[in-house]
């Protein structure tokens, strides 16, 4: 069994960041579901901007609000404006398709492929 790559939300842009949530990072729904993320998943975040990294769990934005907020401790280390990738992983005993999902400035989708 191996973790591997199954959703990937590409050059998000941070949207908020609020330091006095418990934790988690906000995600429009839209773009989880696009994704295939789950509420509660477990997600790594890596900031093209600063490079910092981290891993926390989704919790549910307002459909097609385009929000990407890092929440709590997590606000510290990605800042609003940031661009991000977020990916989320499976444990698998074979290969599997992740699929991308590509946005624009406003995290609006631009288009879903499976690599």
Not at 86 to 105: E, N, Q, R, Y
Request: with cysteine.
């Amino acid at each position: 069994m191996k973790f591997v790559l199954s959703s990937k939300i590409f050059r998000a842009t941070v949207t908020e960041a609020n330091l006095k949530y418990e934790g988690s990072i906000t995600i429009d729904t839209r773009l989880c579901e696009a994704a295939g993320l789950w509420i509660g998943e477990k997600v790594m975040v890596v900031s093209n901007t600063s490079g910092a990294r981290l891993e926390t769990y989704v919790i549910p934005g307002k459909a097609g609000s385009g929000v990407v907020c890092m929440n709590g401790a997590a606000a510290h280390l990605i800042k609003k404006g940031e661009e991000i990738i977020i990916m989320g992983f499976i444990l698998s005993d074979k290969p599997i398709t992740p699929k991308i999902v590509f946005v624009d400035a406003n995290n609006k989708i631009n288009a879903v492929k499976s690599v």
